[in-house]
């Protein structure tokens, strides 16, 4: 099992950034890949970054790509994502996930484990 835990979100003006941590636990946390979802009130989850276990590759939707970096530091178990030029459309849930390989880092049926999730909300 491994465990996620989100923290980092709140309320930022438009064009303001955001740095989003994941906290990973549990068994060989460090040997997964990574990826970030958002899920803003009535609409389907979507994908945002991803990054391979060794962070060689990373992957990014074109809606934050320039904008948003993933990263991640293996010795804290924990992955990043640097959020910057906010915008109101970003507001969302946006929550961690582990999987296996980096596979389609797209899919979030690829992962096994998710995080509860940190609210960001972006005012104008």
């Known amino acids: 099992q491994v465990q996620l835990v989100e923290s980092g979100g709140g309320l930022v003006q438009a064009g303001g950034s955001l740095r989003l941590s994941c906290a990973a636990s549990?068994?060989?946390?460090?040997?997964?890949?990574m990826g970030w979802f958002r899920q803003a009130p009535g609409k389907e989850r979507e994908f945002v970054a991803a990054i391979s276990w060794s962070g060689t590759y990373t992957y990014y939707a074109d809606s934050v790509k320039g904008r948003f970096t993933i990263s991640r530091d293996n010795a804290k178990n924990t992955v990043y994502l640097e959020m910057n030029s906010l915008n109101p459309e970003d507001t969302a849930i946006y929550s961690c996930?582990?999987?296996?390989?980096?596979?389609?880092?797209?899919?979030?049926?690829?992962?096994?484990?998710w995080g509860q999730g940190t609210q960001v909300t972006v005012s104008s």
């Open positions: 549990g068994r060989t946390s460090s040997s997964y890949a």
């Open positions: 996930a582990a999987a296996q390989t980096f596979m389609r880092p797209h899919a979030g049926l690829r992962y096994d484990y």
